[in-house]
């Protein structure tokens, strides 16, 4: 069912360089910690990864970043799509209608706007 949806998170990026990684070995890295593989419809481990757990990790393609999710849903009353760069993470708030967007292409149009 279709309706209006809001959220409230943190997204923290995730230095996958840092352990000398790219964001695809990093992707089948936390899947396998979580005892899960990719799947034979995904093209990659970072898009199952995003795909399987949408609301923890988010790749924003335009800035080939990996992003670790903290969100909470609230009460929906009227559309705001939008991010604040801080220093070491980004708050963002979606609050869409679900059967016209979903929540990663809102997250990545809210990202675009930084």
Partial sequence: M????HYKGIATKIE????????NQMAEQ????????VEDYYDSALECLCGEFYHEYFYHKKTDTL?????????PDEEI???E????NIEYELRYYNGG?????????????L
Avoid: M, P, Q, W
């Avoid at 760069?85 to 070491?88: A, F």
């Avoid at 967007?101 to 706007?113: H, N, P, S, T, Y």
């Fill in 101 to 113: 967007a979903g929540f990663e292409e809102c997250l990545e149009e809210a990202f675009d706007k």
């Fill in 16 to 23: 996958c360089s840092n352990e000398g990684l790219n964001n």
């Fill in 30 to 37: 936390i899947l396998k910690e979580r005892g899960k593989t």
């Fill in 81 to 83: 799509i939008r991010a």
């Fill in 85 to 88: 760069d801080k220093t070491e």
């Fill in 67 to 75: 992003y670790k999710l903290e969100n909470k849903e609230h009460e």
């Fill in 2 to 5: 279709s309706e209006t949806v």
